[in-house]
């Protein structure tokens, strides 16, 4: 372990972009912006392969910990604000802030006429910011600061053109449907506090991972509620069900925020928690099978959601959360490696679907609607050919990233011997098939046809768009070779033995059929446009393909209806506990009591100086006899 | 005879309290010689005093440094009426302390934030605020019951002058429920401190004597503690007695709001804090589950019922009974955490409901409306204040790395931890809702005010002023600063917390069997004797946790003799598996 | 000499007469003049038991309350003229607020 401050500088060199394009980015020239906000990731980035050389170098031992502050000290937590930078977290940091510079050089581009330049850089760099945090915090409560943080600028991005009530309100969505989820991860925070508090009441604690990882035999009675309650927290953040419903509304901000925040890095941090406390899931059979099957159905799901929208951002949003199932299914059955491995090549190639996704929309000026779409491979040549590559690597064509990291996942469940992993291995396996039916339905209509009227005039877009795309592009065709290849990534994450190729080659096969059956399907219904028989097919079935491009009304009911009801419930409560019960009633009730003892006392009061003397005489008159009665 | 008072009494007198708590009232007494239509320097004296009594209270938080074994500071003690046993008696502990730093930032924001909402009669306004600084100064660092009576009364006048003048429409109705709802709460806590003072048989209001005696007999804390629990709930304010709150807030001008939520409110539990529940420890233990249900439910009802409003104000108003909830949840359930969670969450929720009426305020002196439909789309025409108001929001609703997140953390965490209460976990989980409540309702009240398109109700609206600048900046300031760095704040009161915990639990008569574990955190070196680890070694003052809060010294010459008192609990044999 | 309970009699017959006065009649003046008798009822009582009892006290007594019956005749009657002067009226029936 060696000990680090530089590592901070790693997270607040982005806060510093933020806080200097915040204040000053209003009177700077767009370049000047630009390059502060690119500038400091860039280097963030730099300095995070640095690093991550001097962890990888060492073989996977070497851990850097910067020394941080003391934060929250009272009773017996002592929590201190420490960053960790071990193998788990060096992937991660490259990750975020490699993806993360890639988007902000893209978006200087797609952004360049909009009136809060500075403000969307400040906003990006903020986030950059909050999920390094998040990445490189060594404790759940530091973890926490960051998972809110992250919660809060995909609060404002998405509501970045905020004049639109309905983009505001997806911001708002999403932010409070995150709050659910957080809820679950703060109680899970609480439960270990209390667990260690009856264990060994006179220590003090920082709930570091370190602590939670050696104190691992106190947890493990309570290990399956913990669990549970932190997946909460991944539930809200990666937007699985139940509260998913978020995510494809959060597509209203710009698109290189979608890319960035919705697809690559901030919805992975369920992932990427549930594999750093992979010692506590791996304490509580249960938990981790629900995972699992959270994930496999989630995916299932939403890729049965995805085969029908039209928006081309939310075709890739419900498969943004498609994919996040598969990675809970890698570790929901324990293999934290491919997980994290899908996680990061999920990144590449989202990311390249998105920023090719936002370059078409840039070329249509603005249209998302993949019906009045087509042909636009001729048009947009470099964007068409990148996002080619990109739905290949989804799709899972053989030896590209996302075939790799896809298969190790599905080999993982395929060999799990946790209850029920043979049931989500068999789910995972169709939307595997669905996966590659719908992302090729979606390149097919969008590029392949004859141009539509509206792509008549769709030109491509700037260099600073599309060399982002092709390093994206290039990164999801060898990004499966990182890290088996140059490095063998399941014993640098520590996982124990990866299974021989004769035990991996059934799943492997399957993948590949249905895979293939996906692409033939989407090719036979959708090249050239949706053809005759596949119009007369969504004719036929028109009820379920309006369920389905309903999300199957989940959002109805849990992102609609429960909010209505919260609102309705308040209302009520005020008008009639509030205001009828306490106020009318009871404080009525107490001032009418008052009230009419005064009018009753008011009566004697009626000024006529005459009655007064008469009950003053008739009264001495009365004592008088008392008295004299008493004395005799 | 009570063993402490003579140690107590050797106590160096320091008139720093005295000078801090008078200054404001000799500074409206000035004021009343000035010329009413001399509004320039009317404002500038007021806030020239208020500035002063700022800077004498930050003296005494660089100062504040109690002898060991205790944790009061600047005590001041003076024989005032002998007849009925009333001492003039003042002194703060850490939580005093830090809320009386509260009271004295507070007061110059708003005194400033006067200067342009305060048109009419600026003269008795300026008084009014004086007088109720005063009050409020008063009332946190008595340590007597008459003594705090009188403040805690000196606050209502002025008060119901700041509502009932210069408030909105509906003031008259306001000011009378605000001093009803007050008063019926003082005569109730009148009546406790009479009985007390004949049922201990100390024929003393002193808080030193009354606490160096034993509790009451059990049986007999039932009366007193209702009747400070409901004048104080009715202050904090705890559901169901909270409906003068929206009505008083909501009609009280900026400045009333300001110092209503930030300091008054904070009135009612820290009366919990010093008197309710160290005098009556045993009801006051046997109510908790009672009170922290409350809480609960006052958290989720005053979260649920803010989402409702259609007034800006009153969704505010509303976020106070939600967030006290949480106060009080965090003080009842008597874990260090969770107290000190509470303390420090009365100085964020004063710094940031303080800041989010000052920023209604500003909005209001420029439209005249606090109905969120009049808003809409300021984010574009005022970004100064939309980015305050959002740092504010963010800050009110608990994100880390602000203040709020490290009050509610600790309220939390610790409620969770408690076990003096049944089921605890299952309120804490619903407290928990709270937190996405609050989210919940303030984005509602930001997105309708600083987002959508632009309302053309408010299309030329000015921005922040240097001025309103001036006195919003050092509430952001804070907010990071105690979101980042609480740690001055905690160090300051947790051993505060720790002699009120370990007050309740010791004074106690029902020995502490029903809270395995409860003692063990207490041992903090400075507040009580080391806790009976071991039968075998004499035992140091036993039973003296109480009489030590206010000692100076420590008095050792009292303790070997001493056999082990039988209210103290023997060590559980669980907590000695433990280790 | 006139015996006592004579005295005694008369006082409370006056008395009587002027308490009925007080409640029973409407003008004012009458009303006043009915305070006058009770007032004399009671010097008178008082005056007889001072001499009953041999002591001068009952007389001191009489006077102070001769003198005070003076001030109050007079208060009494600029109040009933201010109010005749306002209202037109010396019937108390019609005089039954204070305001105005």
């Known amino acids: ?58 073989r996977g031992d070497v851990v850097h910990v910067a020394p941080g502050f003391s934060w929250i000290v009272a009773g017996n937590f002592a929590i201190e604000v420490r960053l960790l930078f071990d193998n788990l977290s060096s992937v991660m940091t490259l990750v975020v802030t490699g993806v993360s510079f890639l988007i902000h050089v893209y978006s200087v581009g797609y952004m360049a006429h909009d009136a809060g330049f500075a403000r969307y850089f400040t906003y990006l760099n903020l986030f950059v910011f909050a999920m390094l945090m998040l990445v490189l915090g060594d404790s759940l409560p530091v973890m926490f600061v960051g998972w809110e943080g992250v919660g809060l600028c995909s609060y404002l991005l998405i509501g970045f053109w905020f ?84 995510l494809p509304d959060a597509m209203a901000g710009p698109t290189p925020v979608s890319a960035l925040i919705h697809a690559a890095t901030m919805v992975t941090a369920g992932v990427y928690m549930v594999a750093r406390l992979g010692f506590l899931y791996a304490l509580s059979p249960v938990a981790s099978s629900v995972v699992a099957g959270v994930g496999a159905v989630t995916a299932f799901f939403a890729a049965t959601i995805a085969v ?93 990233s996302g075939w790799v990291s896809k298969d190790e996942i599905l080999d993982a469940a395929f060999h799990s011997t946790l209850p029920g992993a043979k049931i989500f291995f068999g789910v995972a396996l169709a939307t595997a098939g669905l996966t590659a039916f719908y992302m090729f339905r979606l390149f097919f209509i969008v590029f392949t046809g004859k141009p539509s009227h509206e792509a008549e005039h769709a030109h491509e877009s700037p260099p600073s768009m599309t060399v982002p795309l092709i390093v994206l592009a290039a990164l999801s065709v060898v990004g499966g070779g990182f890290f088996p290849g140059l490095l063998p990534i399941g014993k640098f994450l520590g996982e124990a033995h990866p299974p021989s190729f004769s035990e991996s080659l059934p799943p492997m096969l399957m993948a590949l059929g249905v895979g293939a059956a996906g692409f033939f399907v989407a090719y036979k219904l959708y090249w050239g446009g949706p053809s005759p028989t596949a119009l007369r097919l969504a004719t036929a079935w028109e009820k379920v393909a309006t369920a389905s491009r309903e999300q199957w009304y989940v959002d109805h009911a849990l992102g609609r209806f429960v909010p209505r009801v919260v609102m309705v419930t308040g209302f009520m409560l005020w008008r009639l506990v509030d205001f009828f019960l306490i106020d009318v009633v009871i404080l009525g009730g107490a001032s009418a009591f008052a009230h009419g003892i005064g009018h009753l006392a008011r009566l004697a009061q009626n000024g006529q100086v005459q009655r007064y003397a008469t009950t003053f005489i008739i009264g001495i008159a009365v004592l008088l006899l008392f008295f004299l009665r008493c004395r005799s | 005879m009570n063993p402490f008072t003579p140690a107590y009494l050797s106590a160096p007198n320091s008139p720093l309290l005295s000078v801090l708590v008078f200054l404001p009232l000799i500074g409206a007494a000035l004021l009343m010689l000035f010329p009413r239509n001399e509004t320039r320097t009317i404002r500038g004296f007021a806030l020239v005093v208020s500035l002063i009594v700022l800077a004498v209270s930050l003296v005494l938080i660089v100062r504040y440094a109690p002898a060991a074994g205790s944790v009061f500071a600047f005590k001041q003690r003076i024989d005032w009426l002998p007849v009925v046993g009333a001492v003039y008696h003042l002194g703060v502990d850490g939580v005093a302390l830090s809320l009386v730093v509260l009271t004295t930032l507070l007061t110059p924001i708003v005194i400033l934030a006067a200067f342009s909402q305060i048109t009419d009669r600026v003269r008795e306004y300026m008084i009014s605020m004086l007088v109720l600084e005063a009050g409020m100064l008063g009332a946190l660092c008595a340590l007597d019951l008459v003594v705090f009576f009188i403040f805690w009364e000196l606050m209502l006048v002025p ?7 210069w408030g909105g429409d509906r003031r008259h109705y306001a000011a009378v429920k605000f001093v009803l709802f007050t008063v019926a709460g003082s005569v ?50 705890m559901v169901p007695v909270h409906t003068w709150l929206p009505d008083a807030h909501t009609e009280a001008p900026t400045g009333g709001s300001v110092i209503l939520a930030g300091v008054l409110l904070k009135m009612g539990v820290y009366g919990f804090y010093r008197f309710a529940m160290p005098l009556m420890p045993d009801a006051a233990r046997a109510a908790a589950p009672a009170l922290a249900a409350l809480a609960v439910v006052g958290v989720v009802y005053g979260a649920l ?90 800050s009110s609703a608990a994100l880390p790395g602000m203040n709020g997140f490290v009050g509610e953390f600790l309220i939390l965490s610790g409620s969770f931890a408690s076990t003096g209460i049944p089921a605890i976990q299952a309120w804490t989980g619903v407290a928990t809702i709270g937190v996405v409540l609050g989210a919940a309702y303030l984005l509602i009240a930001y997105q309708r005010t600083m987002f959508g398109p632009v309302n053309e109700k408010v299309a030329s609206l000015r921005d922040l002023a240097p001025r ?93 003799a001493q056999p082990p008192s039988p209210i103290t609990r023997p060590p559980s044999p669980k907590a000695e598996e433990r280790r | 000499m006139v015996p006592n309970e004579q005295i005694l009699g008369l006082a409370a017959v006056l008395f009587a007469v002027g308490a009925i006065g007080f409640v029973a009649r409407r003008n004012v003046l009458i009303v006043l003049m009915s305070v006058e008798l009770m007032l004399n009822a009671s010097n008178l009582a008082l005056v007889g038991y001072g001499r009953l009892r041999a002591a001068l006290d009952g007389h001191v007594f009489a006077f102070l309350v001769i003198a005070v019956a003076a001030a109050e005749a007079a208060v009494g009657l600029a109040i009933v003229i201010a109010v005749y002067r306002r209202r037109r009226t010396a019937n108390l029936d019609e005089v039954k607020t204070l305001r105005n």
């Open chain 2, 468 to 560: 309103e600048i001036v006195y919003m900046a050092p509430l952001l300031v804070l907010f990071f600063a105690i979101g980042v760095f609480p740690r001055p704040v905690l160090s300051r009161l947790e051993p505060s917390v720790k002699v009120f915990t370990a007050l309740v639990e010791k004074r106690s008569r029902i020995v502490a069997a029903a809270t395995p574990g409860s003692t063990v955190r207490l041992g903090a070196p400075s507040v009580v004797p080391p806790r009976p680890t071991l039968q075998v070694q004499p035992i140091p003052t036993p039973n003296l946790a109480a009489p030590n809060l206010l000692q100076r010294v420590p008095r050792p010459t009292f303790a070997p």
């Open chain 1, 163 to 246: 004049e639109d009530d309905a983009k505001a309100s997806a911001g708002k969505k999403a932010f409070i449907t995150n709050r659910v989820g957080d809820a679950g991860f703060l109680l899970a925070i609480f439960y270990i506090g209390w667990v260690f508090a009856q264990a060994a009441p006179d220590r003090s604690f920082s709930l570091s991972y370190g602590e939670l990882k050696a104190n691992a035999a106190a947890l493990a009675p309570h290990a399956t509620v913990i669990a549970l309650l932190l997946f909460v927290g991944a539930i809200g953040k990666s937007a699985q069900l139940p509260l998913y419903f978020w």
């Open chain 1, 1 to 58: 372990m060696r000990s680090n401050a530089l590592l901070f500088a790693i997270p607040l060199l982005p806060l510093a972009g933020a806080v200097w394009n915040a204040v000053f980015g209003r009177r700077l020239a767009r370049e000047t912006v630009a390059f502060v906000g690119c500038g400091v990731v860039g280097i963030a980035f730099a300095l995070a392969l640095v690093a991550f050389v001097g962890v990888a170098g060492g």
């Open chain 2, 188 to 237: 109730l806590m009148l009546l406790a401190m009479l009985y007390l003072y004949f049922e201990t048989g100390a024929r003393s209001f002193d808080l030193a004597v009354l606490l160096g005696k034993d509790a009451i007999a059990p049986g007999k804390q039932w009366l007193p503690f209702l009747a400070f629990a409901l004048a104080f709930a009715i202050k904090v304010p």
């Open chain 2, 305 to 394: 019922l803010a989402m409702a409003q259609r007034d800006l104000k009153k969704l505010v108003a509303y976020s106070s009974v939600s967030h006290l909830g949480f106060v009080m949840l965090g003080l009842v359930a008597l874990e260090p955490k969770a107290v000190t969670g509470a303390a420090l969450q009365m100085i964020n929720h004063g710094l940031s409901t303080g800041a989010l009426f000052l920023i209604v305020g500003l909005l209001y002196e420029r439209t005249h409306t606090r109905k969120l439909s009049d808003y809409g789309g300021l984010f574009k025409v005022t970004p100064a204040i939309a980015v305050v108001f959002l740092i504010t929001v963010l």
């Open chain 2, 159 to 165: 008060m119901y002058f700041l509502i009932g003048v």
């Open chain 1, 308 to 400: 029908t929208q039209t928006d081309i951002k939310k075709v890739l949003a419900f498969s943004t959360v498609s994919q996040l199932g598969f990675m809970f299914l890698g570790v929901g059955v324990m293999a934290y490696s491919a997980g994290i491995f899908h996680l990061m090549t999920h990144a590449f190639f989202k990311a390249c679907l998105f920023l090719g996704a936002g370059s078409v929309i840039h070329a249509m000026s603005g249209e998302q609607d993949i019906r009045k779409m087509g042909g636009l491979w001729s048009k947009v040549p470099r964007t068409a050919k990148t996002f080619f590559v990109a739905t290949l690597a989804i799709a899972g064509l053989p030896f590209l």
